[in-house]
């Protein structure tokens, strides 16, 4: 590391840090239909859906799913500044030419610089970036504590305004109860209910303790996609995430700070052996969040 990079920056010193960007890392995965993941055995099914390994230092990395062609991605800068680019399957000029970006922070503070404008977001605090930003830099306030972006993007038809969102700006929601063990806070973050956006909507469920049961019961939405990050899990704990159609269940078993892609026909719901935390991202022609087609817990298969 740099000598000229400190333990701690002040809010203007990171913009002298040292660009420390490293190569991003991205790959692609294909639409699979209903009748194809009918097939897969546990190592295809992991293969196709699960997301690991989001938080590299000093990089950005991205899986592209061609369901609503959303991103999932991560950069957890410990070192200097890092630099948001485009990558080349997105054939742009620069990152949000066509898209729009929601960015959570699950790690320790950090900046985000977008354009010239400076946003400081701490724990579980979000952001909003809107198509037509060109230039996007992340930095950590303490390279010991680093910040970690997770990083959500949808294509885009129009820019709409760039906006820090914290816990208290939130849409709050508590469902469930102890007796069923999915006793919940739901807070909507960057959703058209608090903000204006194209097609991106993402929000954090909070499971409160002796509550290990998210998204029960189950549903599906045939206009959107969605994408689930878990975090929160203690060390030695797990969540078993289940996807598939309703009659036609599978699961995949994931730790902390993995990522689960969800397509439009398949429900996604999971438990955990412990609470925990997720942070869910949506996609597709539909901005209504109680858009739902909910599965009876007795019909499931």
């Not at 608090?194 to 045939?222: F, I, R, Y």
Request: glycine letters at 6%.
């Amino acid at each position: 590391m740099n000598a000229s990079f400190q333990a701690t920056l002040s809010g203007a010193d990171w913009l002298q840090a040292d660009d420390v960007t490293q190569p991003l890392r991205f790959e692609s995965r294909h639409a699979c239909s209903p009748t194809e993941v009918k097939q897969f055995d546990t190592t295809e099914l992991r293969r196709q859906f699960l997301v690991e390994n989001l938080f590299m230092p000093n990089q950005c990395t991205w899986t592209l799913s061609f369901y609503d062609r959303y991103l999932t991605g991560g950069v957890m800068p410990v070192a200097g500044k890092v630099r948001l680019d485009a990558p080349e399957a997105l054939k742009a000029s620069y990152f949000l030419e066509r898209r729009e970006l929601g960015i959570i922070n699950i790690g320790g503070t950090g900046w985000v610089l977008a354009d010239g404008e400076r946003y400081e977001l701490g724990y579980k605090e979000a952001l909003y970036l809107g198509m037509g930003v060109e230039e996007v830099w992340f930095c950590s306030e303490d390279n010991q504590a680093p910040a970690k972006f997770y990083l959500n993007s949808t294509p885009a038809h129009r820019p709409y305004p760039s906006r820090k969102i914290s816990r208290a700006d939130a849409e709050v929601v508590e469902l469930g109860s102890p007796a069923t063990a999915n006793h919940r806070t739901i807070n909507k973050l960057l959703v058209n209910s608090v903000l204006p956006t194209c097609q991106l909507q993402m929000g954090m469920t909070e499971l409160k303790t002796g509550s290990v049961w998210n998204t029960m019961p189950a549903h599906v939405h045939d206009r959107r996609m969605e994408v689930y990050l878990y975090f929160e899990v203690p060390t030695g704990q797990a969540v078993c995430h289940f996807m598939g159609e309703p009659q036609e269940t599978r699961h995949i078993w994931m730790q902390n700070e993995q990522a689960v892609i969800s397509p439009n026909w398949s429900i996604h719901s999971g438990t955990g052996t412990s609470n925990y935390t997720f942070i869910w991202g949506m996609a597709g022609e539909n901005l209504d969040y109680s858009d739902m087609d909910f599965c009876a817990i007795t019909d499931l298969r």
